[in-house]
């Protein structure tokens, strides 16, 4: 069963880790969509894949890196894109 999540991520994060830490572990995950940081500090991760692999990353969101503190994860359940491939994006 496939699943599309939206997460929006605050908390004291250095960017540059984060962003690898989150990379690897969606590739790891065999997950497809987006890493982004948003203008006002949130990080934005999009998130699809099978059920238990997308369950299984939200959690290490919710964890973050060893050197991470996640204050606040909003999650919203989203519609199927088919994405090919996971990226990080630059604003």
Known sequence: MKKSVRLHITGNMQAMFYERYIKENAQLNNLKGYFRKLEDGRYEIFLEGNFDNVNSMIE???KGFQQST???LDLK????QDFKDFKVLKI
């Not at 359940?77 to 199927?80: G, I, L, T, V, W």
């Open 70 to 72: 996640v204050r606040n």
């Open 77 to 80: 359940e989203e519609k199927f």
């Open 60 to 62: 290490l969101c919710k």
